[in-house]
C-alpha cells in the first residue's frame, strides 16, 4: 500500500477502505508522509466526499492516534459541549465554570480558530500564562480538582486531530461534514465522556450556510456520538450574525467575564444558560434541560461560575490579576471606531466578512504558523433587526496591522445591509435534537 496510490483513488471518486483511511492516518501522524501529500488527500476527499463507512473509519483512526484518557478515578458524569464553529462564539468560557458549579465534570478538548472562525484555546491563550498543553496527569488533576479543565489536542490526545486540523484550515477543506464530524468526535471521544451536548451552527458565519447541511451534520455528529454509546443532544443554532458583540481573543474573554459576572442581557448569555442547562441534564443534576437552564441562570447569578472561572485559570497557569482587573491587558496600537455607514434597519449581517475582517486584524491565521495578535478583534454593537443612524458610533476595530485597517472596515461595513421597513431580530435556538 502507498499514500499516492489512495490519495489517487479518492481523487477518482472511489471509496477507500478502512485499512487504507487508517494507513493514511498513521502515515500522517507519524510525519511519514508531507503536508503537500495529505492537503492533496483533504481536497481529494472534500471534493468527492467521504461515506458513512469512510467517515467512521476516519473517526477511529484518529481517535486511535492517541490515547484515550481513563477518568473511571473520578466518581460523576463526564459531559462536554462542542460548537461546530462560528463567529464571536465564545460560550465555552462560560459554559464549563457554570456545568463544573453544577457538580459535573467537564473534561474539554478544544481547537484553535478554524477557518474564519474564533477557536477556544486561541482565546484562552490570551490569557498570560494560561497553558492549555497540560500533559494527560495534569489535565486529570486539574479535572478533578476543579471540575473543568480544557485544553486542546496534543501528541497524547488525538494527536492526528492537532495536525489536520490546522493544515484544513490553511488549505480550504474544512467544510465537509465527514472531516468536521471525524475532527470532533476523535477529540471529544478520546475524553472519557459520559455524553456530549452540540451546538451545530448554521448561517452565514457557519461552516454548515443552510439549515438542511447543519441537519446532515447533526445527524453525523449524533449517530456517531451513539455507536460509542454516548449521551447526546444537538442543538441547531443560528450563525447569521457574530454571538455577543466581541470577536478576537482577548475581546471574547473579556466579553465572557462580563457575562460570568452577571450580565444577563445578550445572545451569548441566552445561548451560554441554555447548553450548559442540556449538560446539567445530561449529567443528571436536573430533569430536564428547562430545569437545568434555570439552574446555569442561578449559577451565574451567584457569582460560582465567576469563582471557578477563576480556580480553573488559576490550576492551569494563568494570570488571574488580569482576568480580576482586564484594563490592565495590553492595548491595540490602532484603536478606531466604527460609524454606521446609513440609516435604516438592520436587515443582515454577513458574518463571515466579519470573522474574515477579525482574521485579517491579527486575530487569526491565514498560514498554519501564523502568530496570533491576542489583542486583535472586532467589537460591533450591532444586530440584525436593529435601527441605526448614519455616523453613529457602532463599535472599534483593535490591530497592530496598519496596513490591514482599510481592508478590514470595508469589509465591516459592506457586511451590512439596510433596509427602509423594520427588520426582524434573529432567533437565535432553531432545534433541539435528541
Ligand atoms: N470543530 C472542530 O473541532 N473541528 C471541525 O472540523 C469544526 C469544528
Aim: glycine share 10%; hydrophobic share 40%.
Amino acid at each position: 500500500m502507498n499514500s499516492l496510490e489512495i490519495i489517487q483513488k479518492k481523487r477518482d471518486g472511489e471509496s477507500l477502505s478502512d485499512i487504507e483511511i487508517d494507513f493514511l492516518i498513521k502515515s500522517y501522524s507519524s510525519g511519514k508522509i508531507p503536508d503537500y501529500q495529505f492537503a492533496a488527500f483533504l481536497m481529494a476527499g472534500f471534493l468527492n466526499g467521504l461515506n458513512k463507512r469512510e467517515t467512521s473509519a476516519l473517526t477511529k483512526s484518529m481517535l486511535h492516534s492517541g490515547k484515550l484518557v481513563e477518568l473511571s478515578s473520578i466518581k460523576g458524569y463526564k459531559i462536554d459541549k462542542h460548537s461546530t464553529g462560528g463567529v464571536g462564539d465564545k460560550t465555552s468560557l462560560i459554559i464549563a465554570p457554570v456545568a463544573a458549579s453544577a457538580g459535573i465534570y467537564v473534561p474539554m478538548i478544544s481547537g484553535r480558530g478554524l477557518g474564519h472562525t474564533g477557536g477556544t484555546l486561541d482565546k484562552l491563550e490570551s490569557i498570560p500564562g494560561f497553558n492549555t498543553s497540560l500533559n494527560l496527569n495534569r489535565f486529570k488533576y486539574v479535572l478533578k480538582k476543579c471540575g473543568a479543565a480544557l485544553i486542546g489536542q496534543t501528541k497524547e490526545i488525538a494527536p492526528a486531530d492537532k495536525l489536520i486540523y490546522a493544515l484544513r484550515s490553511a488549505t480550504a477543506t474544512i467544510e465537509s461534514v465527514p472531516f468536521i464530524t471525524a475532527s470532533i468526535m476523535s477529540k471529544k471521544l478520546a475524553e472519557g465522556i459520559d455524553g456530549l451536548v452540540l451546538d451545530v451552527k448554521t448561517g452565514n458565519g457557519a461552516f454548515m450556510k443552510s439549515e438542511k447541511e447543519a441537519l446532515v451534520l447533526a445527524d453525523s455528529l449524533i449517530s456517531t456520538a451513539k455507536s460509542f454509546k454516548k449521551k447526546v443532544i444537538a442543538f441547531i443554532t443560528d450563525m447569521n450574525q457574530p454571538l455577543g458583540n466581541y470577536i478576537g481573543n482577548w475581546l471574547e474573554v473579556y466579553e465572557s467575564l462580563n457575562v460570568l459576572r452577571g450580565d444577563d442581557s445578550s445572545d451569548l448569555y441566552e445561548l451560554s444558560v441554555t447548553l450548559s442547562g442540556a449538560m446539567i441534564f445530561l449529567g443528571g443534576k436536573a430533569g430536564s434541560i428547562k430545569e437545568g437552564t434555570e439552574k446555569a441562570k442561578k449559577i451565574l447569578m451567584s457569582g460560582k461560575a465567576y469563582d471557578k472561572f477563576l480556580e480553573i485559570v488559576r490550576l492551569q497557569g494563568g494570570d488571574i490579576k488580569i482576568i480580576s482587573n482586564p484594563d490592565l491587558y495590553p492595548r491595540s496600537k490602532y484603536n478606531i471606531k466604527l460609524y454606521s455607514p446609513a440609516s435604516g434597519c438592520v436587515k443582515s449581517i454577513d458574518t463571515y466578512m466579519i470573522g474574515m475582517a477579525a482574521l485579517e486584524l491579527g486575530a487569526g491565521r491565514l498560514t498554519k504558523d501564523e502568530v496570533i495578535d491576542h489583542k486583535a478583534g472586532i467589537i460591533l454593537n450591532v444586530k440584525t433587526g436593529d435601527h441605526l443612524t448614519k455616523d453613529m458610533i457602532i463599535g472599534e476595530i483593535r490591530t497592530d496591522k496598519k496596513n490591514q485597517i482599510d481592508n478590514s472596515l470595508k469589509r465591516i461595513y459592506n457586511s451590512l445591509e439596510f433596509s427602509k421597513v423594520k427588520g426582524n431580530k434573529i432567533k437565535l435556538i432553531k432545534k433541539t435534537i435528541y
